[in-house]
């Protein structure tokens, strides 16, 4: 006999059950848009493919718009729908609180769940200044002292398995002693001087602009990869069109709907800018939303005295590798391809050869923060590691402020 098919309301209810012997970790997300539905669907994902010691369970979506956050509840198999992210964080049935919302907003929401006994999740950056990171970082800690609480910012690139196999591979030595660090990271969706205004585009929201959205993820990409920080930093940042239509309607992904009116553009359009690590490796950055031709271009070498190593985000499951050790007859660059089950992370999903996507870099986030969680480990990265990204945002913005000179990096202890 042909079973009935489950209900929505079924499903959700289903999924909301902890598997037997798991404990849940039942998450409230704030925001739903763009990463709001990459985030939703790590959670979804996570406890399906990895043994986990907890099950997620998506037991809350909040958003300001009740129509459109009930339609992402629906879609992507949230239990319930807030309007308010104060009474999610109120909800005793929330652990953990993920932030997918503007920058704006990140320092409010995450010391508010922290003080509420909630573990936190944020989207990068960390926060629109160093002031609201550093009261984050603090608040974190605080947290944690007080009630084992924790805190992770959300670099999704460092999931990926070939960027976790860089990882391990510089940490082993195979590049020897690092002398340069070139990293870019290039899109083209605002080279149409027509194209509408979004939050991204409006300091009070974003920060700022190409430097915060894709500065951060290779100012994070490189110190993560290399094992140090950045000491200083010389820059130079514009923007290009100083004046864009006003959007109207609901806002997806990266475009918004029809314009109404014009406003002004208060965040950089591109950011460039050179850097010394604490070893004395040089380093070079360029984020731009303005590289015609490119959609998602994310770039990133790493030049050693026994070695070079690159990773390219449009080539993901792949790695390129010189040994200098190599005769010369033989040296050059060789490709890694990175779908081995020893592997990082690889050894729970398809066999060798069969390549993973974007999305499974929040699949990734979210294994790891469950296993932080139930272990009582401090995850990586921490508040404290966003917060380092936004002290180098900051002296790339006060660098350009001062015609390009060399700008240095506080590192105070919290």
Not at 100 to 112: K, L, M, N, Q
Not at 156 to 162: D, H, I, M, S, T
Not at 199 to 220: F, T
Request: hydrophobic fraction near 45%.
């Amino acid at each position: 006999m042909e079973q009935p098919q489950q209900s929505a309301e079924q499903e959700r209810a289903a999924e909301a059950a902890p598997r037997a012997g798991r404990p849940p970790l039942r998450v409230g997300m704030v925001g739903y848009a763009f990463m709001g539905a990459a985030h939703s669907q790590g959670w979804r994902t996570a406890g399906r493919v990895f043994d986990l010691p907890r099950q997620p369970v998506l037991a809350v979506i909040c958003g300001r718009d009740a129509t459109a956050v009930q339609a992402a509840a629906d879609r992507h198999g949230w239990a319930a729908v807030e309007t308010d992210w104060r009474a999610l964080i109120a909800r005793d049935d929330v652990d953990l609180v993920d932030i997918c919302t503007p920058g704006d907003s990140h320092a409010e929401i995450a010391v508010a769940a922290l003080a509420a006994g909630k573990h936190v999740l944020c989207e990068k950056p960390l926060a629109n200044s160093v002031q609201e990171a550093e009261a984050m970082t603090a608040a974190a800690e605080e947290a944690y002292r007080r009630g084992r609480l924790l805190a992770m910012t959300g670099f999704n690139y460092r999931r990926l398995p070939a960027t976790a196999l860089a990882r391990r591979m510089i940490a082993d030595g195979r590049l020897g002693t690092l002398r340069h660090v070139r990293a870019t990271y290039l899109q083209d969706w605002l080279v149409d001087p027509k194209a509408p205004q979004t939050w991204r585009l409006r300091k009070e929201s974003a920060g700022s602009g190409a430097l915060g959205d894709l500065g951060a993820h290779i100012v994070d990409l490189a110190q993560y990869l290399a094992g140090e920080k950045l000491t200083g930093v010389s820059a130079l940042t514009e923007t290009f069109v100083r004046e864009r239509p006003l959007a109207h309607g609901h806002a997806a992904g990266l475009s918004a709907g029809p314009a109404a009116g014009t406003g002004a553009v208060t965040v950089d359009d591109a950011a460039l800018f050179t850097g010394r690590f604490a070893s004395g490796a040089l380093a070079s950055f360029e984020a731009t939303r303005y590289a015609t031709g490119h959609k998602n271009a994310l770039r990133i070498e790493f030049n050693g005295d026994r070695g070079s190593l690159a990773f390219d985000l449009e080539r993901l499951n792949e790695l390129w590798f010189h040994d200098a050790g190599q005769p010369g007859a033989e040296a050059g660059f060789r490709r890694i391809l990175v779908t081995e089950p020893d592997h990082p992370y690889l050894d729970a999903w398809w066999p060798p050869g069969h390549g993973l996507g974007y999305e499974h870099s929040f699949v990734h986030q979210a294994r790891d923060l469950v296993h932080a969680i139930a272990e009582d480990r401090r995850p990586e990265p921490s508040f404290a590691d966003g917060l380092q990204v936004q002290r180098v945002l900051a002296a790339v913005e006060e660098s350009a402020e001062k015609n390009s000179v060399y700008t240095p990096i506080a590192h105070p202890g919290l």
